[in-house]
């Protein structure tokens, strides 16, 4: 563990990838690496990149990182993808699509499958993004699964929020409904060379301005990531709100909340690994048995393996 946790230090791709592997199937190790190295974490800028399917997101992923890598950036890519519930596989397609970063020595990508976890993240997500805030990135990009309605999960997890959006999305805006048009810090029309791109700018313009007026108004940007168009002004936007998180104290508050979900989460992967051991045995078989006779309820079920795991623990 201690030559992983020198190696990652010098951002080696490999003790990465073991360091992320843990992190998904080992949670333990992970938190031990994460222990002991915390103190290097705080450094990276988290950019989380959402929107519904098909909308161009790994593309302009893609592109966004080319561009700061010319900089002279260290990027960090989390591709979340979907997993089959049949298989409990997944296609990395986002890995297929930025397979020429795979080899630059200042990119790091990894793709990790849902495997059940809801909110458009993947359950190793968190501790993934401070591995890579560990091996010193200047930014983490955290691409969600396709998401809907009520995915809104990587507002806990990023500094800044990109909402990618394309024209034809069905019944425009309304497809998208309140919740996730909520959590965006920049909006992005992707594929803006099609036919109706500047209609669905009119409608977010309009849909910002019925909001209460806040300090920061999304900034809403018209790109084609596949031709490279509208990029530069995407990452303007970004540092604009970068700038503004800093200034008016709100990036520190972003980043306690964050603490605070790591936090909660670490707790409930803790919590739900006794459940689902104590759900393993005869005597739990049992009672659900007496719960479909009807000689007892779900809930007394639930209380009484509630407080068998508390007075373990204690």
């Given amino acids: 563990m201690m030559e992983l946790e ?4 010098n951002r080696d791709k490999r003790a990465i990838a073991r360091a992320i592997t843990y992190a998904e199937d080992d949670e333990e190790k992970a938190r031990e690496i ?10 990276a800028y988290i950019v989380g990149i959402t929107g519904p399917p098909g909308v161009g997101k790994s593309t302009l992923t893609d592109r966004l990182v080319k561009n700061l890598v010319e900089e002279g950036k260290k990027i960090g890519i989390i591709a979340v993808d979907p997993t089959s519930p049949f298989t409990g596989g997944s296609i990395l397609g986002d890995r297929i699509r930025m397979q020429d970063l795979t080899t630059h020595p200042n990119v790091y990508i990894r793709s990790m499958g849902t495997r059940g976890h809801l909110g458009g993240l993947s359950k190793g997500t968190y501790m993934a993004v401070r591995i ?7 930014y983490v990009f955290v691409e969600t699964v396709g998401v809907g309605q009520s995915e809104v999960d990587i507002i806990k997890i990023a500094d800044t929020v990109v909402m990618v959006l394309a024209p034809g999305l069905g019944d425009d805006i309304q497809a998208i409904k309140a919740g996730i ?4 810090d920049v909006f992005v029309v992707n594929k803006s060379d099609r036919e109706g791109a500047d209609k669905t700018v009119l409608e977010l313009n309009m849909m910002l301005d019925l909001d209460m007026p806040k300090e920061w108004r999304p900034p809403v940007v018209k790109a084609v990531a596949q031709e490279g168009k509208g990029i530069g002004e995407v990452l303007e936007k970004i540092h604009s709100h970068k700038e503004y998180l800093i200034s008016s104290g709100q990036l520190e508050e972003r980043r306690k909340n964050r603490i605070k979900m790591e936090i909660t989460e670490s707790v ?3 919590l739900m690994k006794d459940v689902f051991a104590k759900m393993g045995n005869e005597e739990f078989d049992q009672k659900i048995q007496k719960v479909m006779a009807k000689e007892i ?9 509630y407080r068998q795991i508390l007075e373990r623990r204690e």
């Fill in 34 to 43: 994460i222990r002991k190295l915390y103190k290097r974490s705080g450094n």
């Fill in 132 to 138: 890579l805030d560990i091996a010193g990135m200047d």
């Fill in 268 to 270: 409930k992967n803790k």
């Fill in 6 to 9: 020198k190696l990652l230090l």
């Fill in 181 to 184: 048009m909520e959590i965006a």
């Fill in 297 to 305: 309820d779900p809930y007394t079920v639930a209380e009484a393996l």
